[in-house]
Each structure stands twice: as C-alpha cells, then as structure tokens.
C-alpha cells in the first residue's frame, strides 16, 4: 500500500508466546443464585481451567513482557450452560511493541489463533466483555508507561471487532451477536416467545453477570411486591434492562453452528461431530 519493497518494509521480530499459568479449578455460584434457583438444581460449582496467556519480545536485547491476557475454558465435563464455552477474561499491554504500527495487528493476531485453537478443541463460543479500565486502574500489568492512553469504551469495542472480523475472513468465527440479543431480546408481539431462563444464561468467573444477579435478588427481596407475574422471573427482567443499556459491551463469537451448540447445551456427546476433539 506503501508502494515500497518488502525488502523496505518494517518487520517484526523476536515474538514469543507462552502459557504462564494453566490451573484447573472450581468456579463457585453466588449464595443468593444457588439458593433462589435451588428448585431447579442449578449448579452450585463450573469446573473451569484458567490461563494466562502473554506475548514477549525481545526489546534491546531483553526479553520484554508486553501483552497478557487470562481466559477461562469450560470444558466438555462442565454443565450447561458453561459447557465447552470459553470467555476472554481481560487483556492488558503495555506501549513498548516494536515497530509500533504493527502493535495492534500483532495483539489481535494473538485473539485469533486462540480462537482457532480452542475452535479446534470443540469449544462452540467464546464471550468477551468489552470493559476498558478506569483512569488510573491496572488490569494485568501493576503499572503502564504513562504516554498510554486509556481506550474509550467504543474504542475498545471496535478493536476487538476488528479482530472478529479477521476471524472471520479466515472461517474461525461464523458469526457474532452480543449476549443481551442472544438472550433477553426477544419480540414482544411474538404470541410464542417464552420468558427469559436465567438456567440458560452463561455463567463466567470474573463477568459481569454473577456479580450483578446476586445484587438484583437482594434487592428483589427487599422488593417483594414487585414479582413478576405469569411464569415471568423478576430477576431475568432486571437484569435484561440492565444489559440492555451497554448490551454492545457483552461480545459473543461463534465458533459453530447452531446445531452443535444446541447438542452441547443438551449434553449431548458431540465427540463425534466432524474435527472435534475432546475439549
């Protein structure tokens, strides 16, 4: 684009990625969830494997830690709706990637080919929350340069966009919504729409979601005359309103049809649908 040489053109080299930490563990349900939710035996534990995934460079001759980010994998072992499900916890970096017009192309590149590799494992979606820090907060990294800006938040949402759009130029994402259409959206006029399943809903360590449920039940407690009426659950109408508001900030990508994720969320054996490994 340029018009100069490859030979002209600036490269990047000296990039390593490693897997820093790889822990198997249980992710516990909040109290109010198990106990309002306990008649339809709703999981009290989703066991989870949490990484660390990061990128270095060598830097001057040192090796340079410059991008991180934890994920959280739900294997095929995990109940619904967990199951074989895998959500981009947070990322961080820090201003030091050389040359620097390829920092970002290099750090979505990293997003891709996890997601190709968990593709690969069987995994069907992978959840992102789009939420950029506050001025002055550290996500991974206790400290940054400080001629790095904090993204806006439409900013941070249209980066990693920009990496499910390469995604899916390369066939490992099919397609992408955002949670709250996914789940709470849902026409009115519709005669046969059902009321939201809070028991359908994912349900992730460090999301926004359990944090924010276990909030709506105390306070629909204190609340007790506002129960919803007709099947409804008034907790799933909260919080549908809630997300509703920043409904673009809960990323969903699909890595496979619909069909196989609906025989996942069945719990289904779906060891024998065509690539799938034992997630």
């Known amino acids: 684009e340029s018009g100069e040489s490859v030979e ?5 080299e000296n990039l390593c990625v490693r897997v820093l930490s790889s822990t198997d563990k249980k992710f516990l349900v909040g109290d109010e969830m198990v106990k309002r939710y306990a008649d339809k035996k709703y999981p009290t534990s989703y066991p989870v494997r949490s990484k660390c995934i990061a990128l270095f460079q060598e830097v001057h001759g040192i090796d340079t830690l410059l991008f991180a980010m934890y994920v959280y994998e739900y294997g095929d072992e995990c109940p619904s709706p967990n199951r074989r499900r895998v959500y981009i916890s947070c990322l ?5 990637f050389e040359p620097k017009a390829y920092r970002s192309l290099v750090y979505q590149r990293v997003i891709v080919e996890y997601l190709r590799f968990v593709k690969a494992r069987g995994f069907h979606s992978a959840h992102i929350w789009s939420c950029p820090p506050s001025p002055g907060d550290d996500y991974i990294f ?3 340069p400080q001629h790095q800006l904090t993204p806006r938040d439409d900013m941070l949402r249209s980066w990693y966009h920009v990496a499910l759009d390469i995604a899916k130029e390369e ?3 099919i397609g992408s919504s955002n949670l709250f259409d996914e789940y709470f959206n849902q026409p009115e006029a519709d005669e046969a729409s059902k009321p939201v399943d809070l028991m359908a809903l994912p349900y992730f360590e460090g999301d926004y979601i359990p ?3 276990e909030s709506i039940i105390k306070q629909v407690k204190i609340d007790s005359t506002a129960e919803a009426s007709e099947g409804e659950d008034e907790v799933a109408n909260r919080l ?6 920043m409904k673009n900030n809960f990323v969903v990508a699909h890595l496979r049809n619909r069909s196989f994720s609906g025989a996942v969320g ?3 054996d779906v060891s024998k649908f065509p690539e799938v490994e034992a997630g």
Request: charged content about 30%; glycine content about 14%; proline content about 0%.
């Open 92 to 96: 961080d970096s820090v201003k030091h």
């Open 171 to 173: 066939g490992v994402v």
């Open 211 to 213: 944090g924010e449920i």
């Open 142 to 144: 206790y400290c940054h």
């Open 266 to 268: 069945m719990g289904e």
């Open 8 to 12: 002209n053109v600036d490269k990047v």
């Open 240 to 245: 549908g309103k809630k997300l509703s508001k």
